[in-house]
């Protein structure tokens, strides 16, 4: 196999480029630009499916608490499935978080020509906007887990591993990266040091964050 510039020959066939792949098993979708818009939307579209599946459960007059945790159980993890690696930006916070609503509406069969506002739908069901927490909270998990081992994966976070292709700077804002949902001013340093004791970790970032994807960090 080699590489020709970003064309890569295997046996001296090219291989084909595309703007976006999906794998087969777990429905993961990597794109061209690294970034993880698709994958959420997809996620969100099949976790609205599965919530108009179960709609006549969700919607009864069940105890509005065991329908919020059948919520969080069966919907949020479809939706939330493999967040831990995602790095959110600015539009994949708000489609999240109109998911988020879009739950608590149909939940409690509140129509949008009811005119009831955004932010009076979370006390009406005594909930707080909290997806977004909870993403942190998985990726909190996820990344400790990694930094107290000696991996591939703490090694490629930690820049250690150099690729031979030049990148150049592009112009505006540093796109966000994985760790920035983390980091504090205190820097990467006190991240890991902190990450080693899980006692510290748990009490910054909760415990009981739910499913974790397990990967092969060997």
């Known amino acids: 196999m080699e590489y020709v510039g970003w064309t890569i020959m295997i046996d001296q066939k090219q291989l084909e480029n ?6 087969e098993y777990l429905g993961s979708m990597l794109t061209s630009d690294g970034r993880r818009t698709c994958e959420i939307k997809s996620r969100i579209a099949t976790a609205k499916a599965a919530f108009n599946k179960k709609k006549n459960l969700l919607t009864n007059t069940l105890d509005l608490n065991l329908r919020k945790e059948l919520v969080k159980c069966y919907i949020w993890s479809v939706a939330l499935y493999g967040a831990e690696t995602w790095t959110l930006r600015a539009a994949d916070q708000k489609y999240l978080k109109s998911f988020e609503m879009w ?8 129509g949008w020509t009811d005119h009831v506002r955004n932010e009076e739908v979370p006390f009406g069901v005594n909930e707080q906007r909290n997806i ?16 107290r081992r000696n991996c ?16 150049t700077r592009r112009r505006g804002r540093r796109r966000n990266k994985l760790l920035d949902d983390l980091k504090d001013r205190r820097g990467y340093s006190h991240l890991k040091e902190e990450a080693l004791d899980r006692t510290v970790w748990w009490n910054r970032f909760g415990r009981g964050v739910g499913p974790v994807v397990r990967q092969n960090t060997e």
Do not use: P, S, T
Not at 18 to 23: D, I, T
């Open 132 to 147: 977004l927490q909870e993403i942190r909270k998985r990726k909190a998990n996820w990344i400790g887990h990694i930094l």
């Open 18 to 23: 595309v703007e976006c792949f999906k794998y």
């Open 103 to 110: 739950c608590w509406r149909r939940m409690e069969n509140i």
């Open 152 to 167: 591939l994966l703490k090694q490629v976070i930690e820049g250690k591993i150099k690729e031979e292709i030049e990148v």
